[in-house]
Nanobody, 127 residues
Framework: LVRLVESGGEAVQAGGSLRLACAGS????????MAWFRQAPGKEREGVAM????????LYGDRVKGRFTVSRDNAKNTLYLQMNSLRHEDTAMYYC????????????????????WGQGTQVTVSS
């Protein structure tokens, strides 16, 4: 069982920066995926960034490319999301997700791919 706990969400002005953290329990498999998703009220959940723990491959959603950066501190089992140049439309609940031993070792930004989720952390960007 993988436990994920997000932190770092808060209210910030447009143009500002935030860093989210997702503290996770240690994986039992060498292959795993970790990702950030977000969901705004009345909208579908959206993939933000993905990290393949085994290969180091990173994938970003189109709306955050060039502004957000995902990274991981392996010693702390913590995934980070550095968010710069924040916009009002980035306002959402941000969730951390993970899956161990993904099929063929492939990670995606489809939320149905993940079976472990954190409780979320709220990011509010005022314009």
């Amino acid at each position: 069982l993988v436990r994920l706990v997000e932190s770092g969400g808060e209210a910030v002005q447009a143009g500002g920066s935030l860093r989210l953290a997702c503290a996770g329990s240690e994986f039992t498999h060498s292959r795993a995926c970790m990702a950030w998703f977000r969901q705004a009220p009345g909208k579908e959940r959206e993939g933000v960034a993905m990290l393949n723990i085994d290969s180091g491959t990173i994938l970003y959603g189109d709306r955050v490319k060039g502004r957000f950066t995902v990274s991981r501190d392996n010693a702390k089992n913590t995934l980070y999301l550095q968010m710069n140049s924040l916009r009002h439309e980035d306002t959402a609940m941000y969730y951390c997700a993970a899956i161990e031993d993904p099929r063929w070792g492939i990670c995606t930004l489809f939320d149905s791919h993940y079976n472990y989720w954190g409780q979320g952390t709220q990011v509010t960007v005022s314009s």
